[in-house]
């Protein structure tokens, strides 16, 4: 049997067309349509793998995770764009609820490397769709499954946007796959800290991480602000990390996830770890042949189902090896064991 890979269809309509957070001159935005085709044309090479487009949209589903004034705001900023407007907030409190509806995105966002397009919303509703597919799917079949979410998710909380990320993808799933009484941990092995995935850690959804340090890095937080929550678990990868002390960490933090006693597990899975990847403050050394470990190491001690939900990512040409490499550890892994 076949393992599915669920591509949204919609992606491509979101091209954010530079990032600001550098100041000026802006830099091409990292978060482009050509990640997926690249990771997509990799995967294609490999035996045994299923494409399946996703072409809905999750407009009800991401009311269950996020607040509606947010849905709301990022549905009726969409409204009044003009077909190659983007959108950036400009002036950023805590509440601007009275202001008019374009600085009221300064109260769903703190940065301004995100813009909104005519088409980023409607891709992040199918990126978030096609999570939830995946999640349906690996809930009936109990397979290990891949879903190429774009825009990611990770840094997307239950009323902010940001870091390249509008829905949660992978807690949608999560927050899905643990209905009724299920335990589904998040690991994300982004290079980034998910601060929005952090907002949803629960006894049922608990969240681990393998991060650059945040506070050198995006989003440019305090990390110990964070450390001390329940059902988190934070790990930071000092600059220069190499392979045999990351997989130290990744096995600790699976340890800790085992512990939970989990039915299923999504893996936030950020190809930006990857040494040649320009997005790092704090370089680490991520090689495209470790991610065949790391992918290894995964399978081996999860022995649940795994839903791996696409996250960053941005060395465009060589994401299809590195996102290769980890599926054949992944896999050969499972093989092994069966
Ligand atoms: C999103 B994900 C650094 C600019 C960083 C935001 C990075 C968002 C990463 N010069 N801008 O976690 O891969
Ligand atoms: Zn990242």
Known sequence: MKT???????????????????????FP??????RIDAIVMALKALPDLEFLTES???????RQLHDADYVDFLMAITAQLGSNAQYIPSIFHDDMSDAPLRFQGGMYCNEIGTPIGLGSIPAALNSAAAALSAARYIQQTHKDT????????????RRRYGGYCFFNNAYLASKWLAQEGRCCPVLDIDYHLGDGSIEFAGP????FSLHADPWKNYPYLDARAKADRPHTHLAILERDTG??????????????????TPDFTVLSLGLDTLISDHIQDAPIKI?????????????????TPVLIVLEGGYDVSHLGT??????EGFRHSRLALQ
């Open 29 to 34: 935005h990292p978060e482009i349509p050509q």
């Open 56 to 62: 809905g949209l999750a407009k009800d589903e991401v």
């Open 204 to 207: 049922k959804t608990p969240y």
């Open 243 to 260: 392979i045999a002390q990351y997989l130290e960490h990744l096995s600790l933090a699976l340890e800790a996830l085992t512990d939970y």
């Open 4 to 26: 599915q890979v669920f591509v949204p269809e919609h992606h491509s309509k979101h091209q954010p067309s530079e990032d600001l957070s550098d100041g000026t001159p802006p």
């Open 322 to 327: 590195a996102m290769a490499q980890f599926w």
């Open 146 to 157: 891949i879903v190429l979410c774009r825009p990611p998710g990770h840094h997307a909380g």
């Open 287 to 303: 090689a495209q042949e470790d991610f065949y470990d790391i992918g290894a190491r995964i399978a081996t001690a999860i022995k």
